[in-house]
């Protein structure tokens, strides 16, 4: 029932930005919480930016000052604008309905590199 497309994802040059897009279908978008996660090869899946149904923020560390979460409820889309990115960044990117979270895309891969 919940479908999440992500997409926007490519080669970047360390430094350089890409804003990653996530539709969702399926829920009542405006009632929920958003995540953006990402994993590397051989890495934990982790958290890296949640925006709540009104609108706040939170990043990891490593992320923080570089990326921003946003959201159109009209569009039933969460957006994630990475700046300054580095090589560290290199992930598929999935995002994620925080009442749904056995529900997945099929993700979108970041590539940082020279």
């Known amino acids: 029932q919940v479908q999440l497309v992500e997409s926007g994802g490519g080669l970047v040059q360390p430094g350089g930005s890409l804003r990653l897009s996530c539709a969702a279908s399926?829920?009542?978008?405006?009632?929920?919480?958003m995540g953006w996660y990402r994993q590397a090869p051989g890495k934990q899946r982790e958290l890296v930016a949640r925006i709540s149904n009104g609108g706040s923020t939170n990043y990891a560390d490593s992320v923080k000052g570089r990326f921003t979460i946003s959201r159109d409820n009209a569009k039933s889309t969460v957006y994630l604008q990475m700046n300054s990115l580095k090589p560290e960044d290199t992930a598929v990117y999935y995002c994620?309905?925080?009442?749904?979270?056995?529900?997945w895309g099929q993700g979108t891969q970041v590539t940082v590199s020279s």
């Open positions: 399926g829920i009542i978008f405006r009632l929920h919480g």
């Open positions: 994620n309905v925080d009442s749904y979270r056995n529900y």
